[in-house]
């Protein structure tokens, strides 16, 4: 091992993390990962069994990322997405607060059935075009979008990679999972959405034009039944699956199967959609981030960030105990961001006892994922939403941003893991 290699390795992490956030040059998050996990490598932090590991580890992860992208990007192509956000506006009637609540719920269930991925890259745009046209203040809508994307991830494992790779590492069950994570879902997004219905009341308008070429039927019919099918067909066999115990990564990539051959059957998309629009580069990205956060873990980085957490399940887990560990894991995702934050509560809780593991892992995922909101670099999933206002000529004022993370994001861990705690009794 090369002298220094701890120190040197912290130095790799936190370059890692800040070339996540910033992204210099237009460098990948892939890249990033992959270039500190060579480094790692090359320290003697890691090594290439590390790496085998973990493409073993997270390879059912990998397959279902995957594939459940292509399923999105079909329904895309041939305009599911554009359909459910134009029901959103008709179902509205031109009255601007239920308007800002159709679409926070249309992104809570893109989330919560396909992943705040989705959310974040295929709705925010398309609320940032809604926004323009509807002449409206940006903030609200933009800054629902980012947090929507977080706070609805925390139901089923495939909300969220952070949930993937709980669920898939500590091998937890799915209908504990769901069952005992319905209620702290349920209470994080009602305080979120009346937080910024008072947060936002000047600037959402109580009447809008809503004219009506915004819900004329986009697309092809035909191709938007079929994709619209499949899609229902492809969450229902996930839910079916995952009750029975079995790998989800079988009918997602079923459904991409068919999916992709009937889209380009149709001609409802192009080979080169399906190489551009995917982010092929994303298991890239996951093993490099395992190797880099084990390597961190045996630099030091367990002692502080890994004990604490396993110091708070000594005891019986009480309401406090419950809370501390999710504002422990919120404050670790805004330093370190969500993904490397849930790979190291796996690693610490592997060690944890087992009869308070599950429990552990959950609140922590409150913190990952709702908690996360706490910055705008705490999430992958924040940042995308925030670039893609950038895109559409809306720039949100980083300050703001902040301050209405302070007044939201602590009540909504505070009431997300207070009702985990009652869900338990």
Do not use: K
């Amino acid at each position: 091992m090369i002298p220094f290699s701890p120190i040197l390795t912290w130095l790799v992490l936190l370059a890692v993390i800040a070339a996540l956030i910033v992204r210099p040059g237009g460098l990948s998050e892939a890249v990033a990962a992959a270039v500190g996990a060579a480094v790692v490598l090359v320290l003697g932090t890691a090594t290439p069994v590390d790496v085998i590991h973990g493409i073993q580890e997270t390879l059912d992860v990998l397959l279902f990322l995957v594939a459940m992208m292509i399923v999105a990007l079909v329904a895309e192509e041939v305009g599911v997405f554009d359909w459910a956000a134009n029901q959103a506006i008709r179902l509205s009637a031109g009255d601007g607060r239920l308007l800002f609540i159709n679409l926070y719920l249309l992104g809570a269930v893109i989330t919560i059935f396909l992943s705040l991925d989705v959310t974040a890259v295929m709705l925010a745009p398309l609320i940032c075009a809604l926004v323009r046209r509807a002449r409206l203040s940006p903030l609200p809508y933009v800054v629902a979008c980012a947090f929507v994307a977080n706070t609805a991830s925390l139901l089923l494992p495939v909300s969220n990679l952070t949930n993937l790779l709980v669920y898939g590492l500590l091998n937890l069950p799915f209908w504990s999972f769901v069952r005992l994570l319905f209620w702290p879902e349920l209470a994080a997004v009602v305080v979120n959405v009346l937080v910024f219905l008072a947060l936002f009341r000047r600037m959402i308008p109580s009447r809008f034009a809503a004219s009506e070429e915004w819900h004329a039927s986009t697309g092809d019919p035909v191709g938007l039944v079929i994709a619209g099918g499949e899609l229902v067909g492809v969450v229902a066999a996930l839910m079916i699956f995952g009750l029975l115990g079995l790998p989800l990564y079988m009918p997602a990539a079923a459904g991409a199967v068919i999916m992709g051959l009937v889209a380009l059957r149709r001609r409802d998309i192009e080979l080169s959609d399906l190489r551009h629009g995917v982010a092929w580069s994303l298991p890239l990205f996951v093993v490099g981030m395992y190797t880099v956060v084990l390597a961190a873990n045996r630099s030091g980085l367990d002692l502080l960030v890994g004990r604490p957490l396993l110091h708070l399940l000594d005891g019986p887990l009480s309401p406090a105990g419950l809370l501390l560990l999710s504002f422990a894991a919120a404050l670790g995702s805004n330093l370190l961001n969500n993904i490397p934050m849930a790979l190291v509560v796996i690693t610490s809780l592997m060690t944890a006892p087992a009869q308070h593991r599950e429990i552990a892992a959950l609140a922590a995922l409150i913190g990952t994922n709702v908690g996360a909101n706490g910055t705008t670099f705490g999430s992958l999933a924040t940042l995308l939403v925030l670039r893609a206002a950038r895109r559409a000529g809306f720039q949100i004022d980083l300050r703001e941003f902040l301050r209405i993370s302070v007044l939201t994001t602590p009540l909504m861990v505070c009431a997300a893991a207070l009702s985990l705690w009652l869900a338990l009794q």
